[in-house]
């Protein structure tokens, strides 16, 4: 996900190869960039279309995208409005849709969210407080490498079916990767930054939130963004597994009536929604973090 | 006579690496500083001035001896005491203006008036039309006189710089030090620069303190007898020179020989 709206964004819009009559250069490269990459997709899924015109894509197994995308009133019939383990597909159409894809989001906001706060609180414990550095970070360390996957069942076990065991993993994946880019970056503000504000005056507060805090943030929000694809992931699974709703769900369902048609039709909004979280993020870090070029992540 | 501005006191700085014999950095250093002086340390690199310079500035404690500014102990950092580093080190998350404002912010002084301050603190540097811009967008030069700005702006009494024209080229150099002697007037602080370029020590200094290779100390203090500007071409300036370059050469020999024998 990520990669794809990097690869758009650097090799098209960069290049700036096609030649359109109007427009600033600005809007001009941004149509060469939607261009390509309308080209780009248009080229897949003509190969796929043609794999199944020639008889190669067997269409209940890789239905081609004019077959999954034909019958979508029928195909929404599947997304329950309800938020409830187990509902039975009560045929909502779009609301049923919007709310699938709302409840999968909001989970993977709010894990998000709470793994960037609680991650940079923690590191920043660790970085400022000896104890809890020598008492915590053997552990973190040592919890750091193991897959979101590998702790599903323990969310499982002790949250539970529902919506807390599919933020939890969401929370994980982020935790401890803003942890430690955290207490890396703590240790990398430049000397002289914290020089000035000390010969300024500041207070150790003012210090943290108004010189260290902004020195590392565009550090971790690159950790943040590279971690999104990872959070998808997980929600997903946990949705398929632990929740009973969502996305996740509904690609499980799918799998286990064995409608492909279903399995793309998930899989194409995952795709989008995963490209417009990326896109969000990066615009977020361009309002907030406007002193970073884009695309650059360390602090300077 | 007049108290001085910074007197130092028989300070010596004395490094502790882990389980390494001591290095000791300074000895039994004394000097005065008046007000209103500009003074420049000279000294080969690694003599310990800029561990000098930190310590006046409260960022770094004395391992003996004890520096006064005004009479009084310098126990931390103050806004008194300016430092400039090599590298301009503005905040890139700020603009210039909010650069330069932000000793200010810190005290608490209201927006616009802050602002109001820090505004006037640029035009004067000559960066009127700067004020909206980040860091990133200056160039060097322009980088340096705004550090100067951010630390003008709290009105200090000391105004410490650390080999701070080192990374600018050669005409942007000697530019910065024109614009650093009208500064340097247009305040009425006193200047503390350190430096290991004789020219720059000449061009700038009301005295010359060479210091000795490590452990650093006062080798001998130079007062420069020229009226400012300082043309390269008069021939006293080419005595200086001569005479610096003589009493360095024998410090960074003296210091080359005992490299090779650690």
């Known amino acids: 996900m990520s990669i794809s709206t990097k690869s758009v964004a650097t090799l098209f819009g960069g290049a700036g190869v096609g030649r359109l009559p109007s427009g600033s250069p600005k809007l001009r490269r941004h149509l060469v960039g939607i261009g390509w990459g309308m080209a780009s997709i248009g080229l897949f899924t003509a190969i796929w279309e043609i794999l199944w015109a020639i ?57 998000l969210a709470l793994g960037f706060v609680l991650g940079v609180a923690v590191g920043a414990m660790v970085h400022y407080v000896r104890m809890v550095r020598n008492l915590l970070l053997p552990t973190i360390l040592l919890l750091a490498p193991i897959s979101p996957v590998a702790w599903l069942p323990v969310a499982i076990f002790v949250f ?53 805090l902004p020195a590392i943030l565009p550090s971790l929000f690159m950790t943040l963004r590279l971690n999104l694809f990872a959070a998808w992931m997980v929600v997903l699974i946990a949705e398929a597994v632990g929740v009973g709703s969502g996305l996740g769900q509904i690609t499980s369902m799918a799998r286990a009536t064995f409608n492909a048609k279903l399995v793309f039709f998930t899989m194409a909004i995952i795709g989008v929604l995963g490209f417009l979280f990326d896109w969000g993020l990066r615009y977020i870090q361009g309002r907030m973090l406007w002193w970073v070029a884009p695309g650059q992540g360390g602090s300077k | 006579m007049t108290r001085p501005a910074v007197s130092i006191k028989n300070v010596a700085k004395t490094w502790t690496p882990e389980g390494r014999p001591p290095v000791h950095a300074l000895r039994n250093l004394s000097l005065d500083v008046m007000p209103g002086e500009f003074v420049v340390l000279l000294g080969p690199s690694g003599c310990g001035k800029s561990t000098l310079l930190y310590m006046i500035a409260g960022l770094e404690g004395t391992s003996g001896g004890v520096i006064e500014q005004d009479g009084a102990f310098v126990t931390e950092p103050s806004a008194e005491r300016g430092l400039i580093f090599q590298e301009a080190s503005l905040f890139p998350w700020l603009t210039i203006l909010d650069n330069v404002a932000f000793g200010l912010s810190v005290r608490g002084v209201p927006v616009a008036e802050r602002r109001a301050v820090a505004a006037d603190m640029l035009r004067k540097v000559g960066l009127g039309d700067m004020m909206e811009k980040k860091p990133d967008e200056l160039s060097g030069g322009m980088r340096q006189r705004a550090a100067c700005a951010r630390a003008l702006a709290m009105r200090p009494k000391v105004l410490m710089m650390d080999e701070p024209f080192a990374a600018l080229d050669v005409q942007t150099r000697s530019k910065m030090q024109d614009f650093l002697l009208q500064i340097w007037r247009d305040s009425g602080a006193s200047v503390i620069l350190v430096t290991h370029s004789i020219d720059e020590a000449i061009a700038l200094a009301d005295r010359v303190v060479v210091f000795t290779s490590r452990p650093g100390q006062v080798k001998t203090i130079v007062p420069i007898d020229l009226p400012r500007p300082r043309p390269s071409r008069d021939p006293r300036y080419h005595e200086y020179r001569d005479m610096f370059t003589e009493l360095l050469a024998d410090e960074v020999d003296r210091a080359f020989a005992e490299q090779e024998v650690v």
Request: glycine share 10%.
């Open chain 1, 160 to 212: 539970g079916i529902g919506d807390v065991p599919a933020i939890f993993l969401v929370f994980i994946t982020v935790f401890f990767a803003i942890v430690l880019s955290t207490v890396a970056q703590l240790e990398s503000v430049p000397r002289n930054y914290l020089h000035v504000a000390r010969i300024m005056g500041a207070t150790e507060a003012q210090t943290f939130w108004r010189v260290t």
């Open chain 1, 55 to 111: 008889g190669w894509a067997n269409p209940l197994l890789l239905p081609p995208p004019h077959l999954f995308l034909q019958d979508i009133p029928g195909t929404l019939g599947y997304f329950s409005q309800k938020n409830i383990v187990g509902a039975k597909a009560a045929g909502n159409g779009v609301t049923g849709l919007l709310l699938t894809i709302l409840w999968t989001t909001s989970r993977v906001v709010l894990g």
